[in-house]
């Protein structure tokens, strides 16, 4: 019996104080995923101000500034709940996508090769396409917003789809679990403020579609043929076809880290810096209405 105290004793004293530490780190963490992607971090920076303000006028025994903050409060959490109502609801969506604990599909790269193969071929003709690749998050919203095709894929359906004036090539197409489910997709437009004006429905479309989920969007651009990828929340604008296919591999593949990931981290390094040097989201200069 004494080693099922002393085990006892080592939980209660040692297991038990660091999973419970642990759990709650895990949970602060994914919570500040969530904070950072749906741009609701600035609500928490106001909070921690406020926090701050008070712990300082608690400590300091100033009366008159503790009362005003606590006849404050209530109306500050009706205030913040306005102010903030599309980050709070994108925040509440991203977790009823469930993103904690669901395990990533599995990947299917060999048809990457044949979706880059149809949109260069529609960058040439300079015609627009709009592809969202399916990841861990559930978007039967959007997918039921199109016609269902559930098809393979091939170069051939996404260039028939988008290449002629037919219904479905002004919307977009989803590609989940190696097949195009469908095409003439609705999706939501951006909420950023950042975004040039000169951006068309197009992109602005694939960026809310990356803010809303963890979806990648390929976008090709009817007026100029630049090929560009969105993905939480930024637009990486006027890639060349192998920077496509190399983040299209590391993103769509969580599973391993190859030399391709390395490639994509410079690749984005790259980005930033033109970001920084354009003060936008964009990475190229030139951009066009779409």
């Known amino acids: ?162 290449e002629f004036d037919t219904p479905l090539h002004d919307g977009a197409m989803v590609i989940q679990n190696g097949r195009i489910i469908v095409a003439g997709c609705i999706l939501p437009l951006s909420e950023q403020q950042e975004i040039k004006k000169s951006f068309g429905t197009r992109h602005r479309a694939a960026l809310g579609m990356s803010e809303r989920s963890d979806a990648v969007v390929l976008v090709v651009s009817e007026e100029t043929g630049a090929i560009s990828i969105a993905y939480e929340g930024q637009l990486y604008y006027d890639l060349s076809a192998v920077e496509v296919h190399q983040k299209l591999r590391a993103l769509l593949d969580r599973t391993k880290r190859g030399p391709e990931e390395h490639e994509m981290d410079d690749l984005e390094a790259h980005v930033a810096a033109s970001k920084a040097a354009d003060g936008s989201l964009i990475a190229k200069e030139e951009v066009f209405v779409e």
């Not at 099922?4 to 419970?20: G, I, M």
């Not at 741009?39 to 005003?68: E, N, R």
């Not at 604990?101 to 990457?112: A, E, M, S, V």
């Open 1 to 162: 019996m004494e080693w099922l105290q002393w085990l006892l004793s080592l939980y209660n004293d040692v297991v038990r104080p660091v999973l419970d530490v642990a759990i709650l780190a895990f949970l602060i963490f994914k919570l500040f995923e969530l904070l950072v992607k749906t741009q609701a971090v600035q609500m928490v920076k106001g909070a921690v101000v406020l926090v701050l303000v008070f712990a300082v006028a608690y400590l300091f025994k100033l009366s008159t500034l503790q009362w005003i903050l606590r006849s404050l409060a209530p109306g500050l959490l009706i205030a913040v709940a306005v102010v903030f109502q599309p980050e709070l609801r994108k925040l509440i969506t991203r977790l009823g996508f469930g993103d904690f604990f669901r395990p990533d599909k599995k990947p299917h790269l060999g048809q990457h090769e044949s979706v880059v193969t149809a949109c260069e071929t529609l960058s040439e003709e300079r015609r627009g396409a709009l592809i969202v690749f399916s990841r861990r998050n559930n978007i039967r919203d959007i997918i039921e917003t199109g016609t269902r095709l559930n098809a393979e894929i091939s170069s051939s359906l996404i260039r028939c789809v988008f």
